[in-house]
């Protein structure tokens, strides 16, 4: 790389603080006017930056609005990573109280999900950027249940903890119409997942 080039390519770079005020503004604009009416000329316009800026870092309007979805539950401390109570219930209600805090179907992104079957590869990006490290800080989670001696290594139920945990938030909103609540979110906890990671010795 010449000296000329490396001067632009700094130039080019966005500072931390740049970054999370472009993704800030992404949010507003979503919240405002839904995911389907964001456009890039828009941010950037109320951003006051190029759109060639916007794309040279995300490369599509999903990349730029999923990304700021992530950035948006970082700044509200919807952290899993974090979690460490100490025991697997523990560890498992506070899983809970993030979800149900952060349900899909509301919020500043909440015209996000509708538009996942519509929009060809937003799924992807949603998987990529927020499901699997929300995988990954859950599988963190059992491991460490594992090493404390709460669950056996090769219980099975361990790799269907994320379909068990996850898929009534998910479902709860399309079947019904409404978001999960941290009542029902427990009681699937309580009477499926813990006794399945932790199964009781059957009495004669």
């Known amino acids: 790389m010449t000296e000329e080039s490396a001067a632009v390519s700094r130039r080019r770079k966005l500072t931390p603080e740049r970054e999370r005020e472009l993704l800030r503004v992404t949010a507003e604009l979503v919240a405002e006017v839904g ?9 950037a316009q109320r951003a006051k930056c190029s759109t060639a ?3 040279r870092q995300w490369d599509s309007k999903p990349r730029l609005v999923v990304t700021a979805w992530k950035a948006y539950e970082k700044d509200r401390g919807i952290d899993l990573a974090q979690i460490d109570t100490g ?10 109280r993030i979800l149900v805090a952060d349900d899909p179907a509301k919020g500043a992104f909440a015209s996000v999900p509708p538009a996942v079957v519509q929009q060809e590869g937003l799924m992807e990006l949603v998987r990529e950027i ?6 990954s ?14 669950i056996a290594a090769d219980n099975p139920a361990i790799g269907l903890t ?16 409404t978001p999960a609540t941290q009542e029902l979110m427990e009681n ?9 990671l932790n199964p009781q010795p059957a009495t004669v």
Request: no cysteine.
């Open 35 to 43: 995911y389907d009416r964001v456009t890039m000329a828009a941010v």
């Open 53 to 55: 800026t916007l794309y």
């Open 87 to 96: 025991s697997l219930r523990g560890d498992l209600k506070a899983v809970v």
């Open 130 to 135: 927020l499901l699997h490290p929300v995988l």
């Open 137 to 150: 800080d859950l599988a963190m989670l059992l491991e460490r249940a594992v090493r404390r001696g709460e």
């Open 162 to 177: 994320d379909q068990v945990l996850l898929s009534p938030w998910i479902a709860q909103s399309i079947l019904y119409g």
């Open 188 to 196: 699937i906890l309580d009477t499926v997942l813990l006794p399945a």
